[in-house]
Antibody, heavy 121, light 110 residues
């Protein structure tokens, strides 16, 4: 069945970097735009970034622009999020999410289980 | 860009109907058809319930329905069931390839 599995979360000091990965299976990754969405502990959802089906276009929330980089490797069925200059407010569960369409409609129809990132000294 | 506005909590008895509102602006909810709703049970990943304002993905029961009027989208859950108790989030396209979520609504089935 279709599945997304995130990895790479952990505890990191403010100002440091961390790279998250998302492994896709059960569907053809290159046919869909992909997103990262995060959820701070006890809080709501926040859209973080999107990458087009071919990796050619990338867009970010204002809160992470310039610090986070989304990328994908369709040959390896993986999505990544490189996070740098991390701040305490970046502490959250990070979900990778599949768009329902090849275009970025923003309908997240498949989610991973999430990976927790804690930014703390 | 601010988060979309949802009531923090709603409640209803089994078999009743409840409606959760999601208020945005003329730049997001009011401007585009790209409104979706998600259900999240505690400790679980969100699940897509409604997309494009009122469309249901396959496998989502028809007691979930969506609508939109001006800058407010709504999710109606009819015939409440115990398993409907969860957090619900709306999401809307805000232009320039960005998306906004609502703050979330906790549904309690009494």
């Amino acid at each position: 069945q279709m599945q997304l599995v995130e990895s790479g979360g952990g505890v990191v000091q403010p100002g440091r970097s961390l790279r998250l990965s998302c492994a896709a299976s059960g569907f053809t990754l290159r046919n869909y735009a992909m997103h990262w969405v995060r959820q701070a502990p006890g809080k709501g959802l926040e859209w973080v970034a999107v990458v087009s089906y071919d990796g050619g276009s990338k867009y970010y929330a204002a809160s992470v622009e310039g610090r986070f980089t989304i990328s994908r490797d369709n040959s390896k069925n993986t999505l990544s999020l490189q996070m740098s200059s991390l701040r305490a407010e970046d502490t959250a569960v990070y979900y990778c999410a599949k768009d329902k369409a090849v275009a970025s409609d923003g309908y997240f129809d498949l989610w991973g289980q999430g990976t927790l990132v804690t930014v703390s000294s | 860009q601010s988060a979309l506005t949802q009531p923090r909590s709603v409640s209803g008895s089994p078999g009743q109907s409840v409606t959760i509102s999601c208020t945005g602006t003329s730049s997001d909810v009011g401007k585009y058809k790209y409104v979706s709703w998600y259900q999240q049970h505690p400790g679980k990943a969100p699940k897509l319930l409604i997309y494009e304002v009122s469309e249901r993905p396959s496998g989502v029961p028809d007691h979930f329905s969506g609508s939109k009027s001006d800058n407010t989208a709504s999710l109606t859950i009819s015939g409440l069931q115990a398993d409907d108790e969860a957090d619900y989030y709306c999401c809307a396209y805000a232009g320039r390839y960005s998306w906004l979520f609502g703050g979330g609504t906790r549904l309690t089935v009494l």
